[in-house]
């Protein structure tokens, strides 16, 4: 079956670091994207891994571990708007590479 | 480049009524997909366009639901007759290619069907 775990909130002091965990058991993997959404808005692309290993970008790093099935996103000196929700999602290889997304973890970030 | 673009952003519509939603993806991106987002659960898959022919609709709950992309420009998801459990936020994202591997997948900002 799919599955993809991770938590439903969290909170978080600004310019702090918060880690954001994603376990997954997907049938087939091809990737996987972390992607932020603020309310009403488009889900924007964060980062992407396929390998294992930690990814860069700025104040965010992804790093996956494929034999685990977990990854994780970290975010550094945290601002007010990084409040928002943050989706994991594997993309599925078996079937066009469909995506299976988590439910998504809701990120305040208080003063 | 202009982004993914979803309309109506808000609909709200009554059991038994139709309702057709439209997305219009970035200029030159093949490929289509649409996707849902029912209350309090996670972004679930519906089906995949590369130009105008269907490549996946495996993710489609019943055959209310018809997806078009005549063309291989727009597209539409028509929903009739509607029914209370398809109220949710429907979003559409394109792609360059498949696997969406640099960029991601762009996202639009969605449309929140309200069936009442």
């Known amino acids: 079956g799919q599955n993809i775990d991770q938590p439903t909130e969290m909170t978080a002091t600004e310019g702090a670091i918060v880690q954001i965990n994603c376990t997954y058991q997907t049938s087939g993997f091809n990737g996987l994207f972390w992607y932020q959404q603020h309310a009403g808005e488009a889900p924007t692309f964060l980062s992407y891994n396929v390998l294992d290993g930690l990814e860069e970008k700025g104040r965010f790093s992804s790093f996956l571990s494929r034999s685990k099935g977990y990854s994780y996103l970290l975010l550094k000196e945290l601002q007010m708007k990084d409040s928002a929700s943050y989706l994991c999602a594997v993309r599925d290889a078996r079937g066009y590479n469909k995506l299976i997304f988590g439910a998504g973890t809701r990120l305040a970030v208080h003063p | 480049e202009a982004g993914v673009t979803q309309f109506p952003s808000h609909s709200v519509i009554e059991k038994g009524q139709t309702v057709t939603l439209r997305c219009d993806p970035i200029s030159g991106h093949d490929n289509l997909y649409w996707y849902r987002r029912v209350m309090g659960k996670e972004i679930k898959f519906l089906l995949h366009?590369?130009?105008?022919?269907?490549?996946?609709e495996s993710g489609m709950p019943n055959n209310r639901f018809l997806a078009e992309r005549t063309g291989g420009t727009y597209s539409t998801l028509k929903v009739q007759p509607a029914e209370l459990e398809d109220s949710g936020v429907y979003f559409c994202?394109?792609?360059?290619?498949?696997?969406?591997?640099?960029?991601?997948?762009?996202f639009g900002s969605g449309t929140r069907l309200t069936v009442v």
């Open positions: 994202a394109s792609s360059q290619d498949f696997r969406g591997a640099i960029y991601g997948y762009t």
């Open positions: 366009f590369v130009k105008e022919s269907k490549q996946d």
